[in-house]
């Protein structure tokens, strides 16, 4: 199955501003929009934004998502160590019946 | 709380068999699609198979269709995954992930097990 295209890493100082993009096609983000989820080293994926845009209960406000077109974003304001992790997007394909996953991006933050 | 709890990894020789389980709690099980997702050793996410509330609909990534079999048993809140002839590229951490409400499409994988490892090697 097809997948999303994401940057391989993004590098950012402490408290700047780092976005990350997640492209697909009209099937899939441009479609229903994109899902964020985060994964640290050694943990489950986690959630952090549904593919509406929308937070889940207890994900920080410095994260933010949104959509043009077939391009998904995900801005993470203020920058912490704690942000330091894999971020991967994830969206339903209407035209293979699937989910596609992004490649993932390496968030470093120096 | 949600929680999603799997269990049968293992290692096994190519060609062998496993049966993954993903135990269920903190929500109504039958409501849900229910998916499987494997990570490969240092690599990306890669949807596995995903079945219906019901679990009369499963739906199957092309690259184990035909010997990988997903089901659940809503009086147990149990998903499973049944993996036949196995081949050395299926070696991943196999996570169950709650999925949209059944029927509706609403929602995502909004809640992730802590995975399972499947290791096949000779």
């Known amino acids: ?110 | 709380e949600v929680q999603l709890l799997e269990s049968g990894g293992g290692l096994v020789q190519p060609g062998g068999s496993l049966r993954l389980s993903c135990a269920a709690s903190g929500f109504i099980f039958s409501n849900y699609i229910m998916t499987w997702v494997r990570q490969a050793p240092g690599k990306g996410l890669e949807w596995v198979s995903d079945i219906n509330g019901g679990g009369t609909a499963p739906s199957y990534a092309d690259s184990v269709k035909g010997r990988l079999t997903i089901s659940r048993d809503n009086s147990k809140n149990t998903l499973y995954l049944q993996m036949n002839s196995l081949r050395a590229e299926d070696t991943a951490l196999y996570y169950c992930a709650k999925g949209p409400l059944s029927g509706t499409g609403i929602g995502d994988l909004d809640y992730w097990g802590q995975g399972t490892l499947v290791t096949v090697s000779s």
Do not use: M
Not at chain 1, 76 to 97: F, H, K, N, R, V
């Open chain 1, 1 to 110: 199955q097809a997948g999303l295209t994401q940057p391989p890493s993004v590098s950012k100082g402490l408290r700047q501003t780092a976005t990350l993009t997640c492209t697909g096609n009209s099937n899939n983000v441009g479609n229903q929009g994109a899902a964020w989820l985060q994964q640290r080293q050694g943990h489950p994926p986690k959630l952090l934004s549904y593919r509406n845009d929308d937070r889940p209960s207890g994900i920080s406000e410095r994260l933010s998502a949104s959509r043009s077109g077939n391009t998904a974003s995900l801005t993470i304001t203020g920058l912490q160590p704690e942000d330091e992790a894999d971020y991967y997007c994830s969206a339903w394909d209407s035209s293979l019946s699937a989910w596609v996953f992004g490649g993932g991006t390496k968030l470093t933050v120096l």
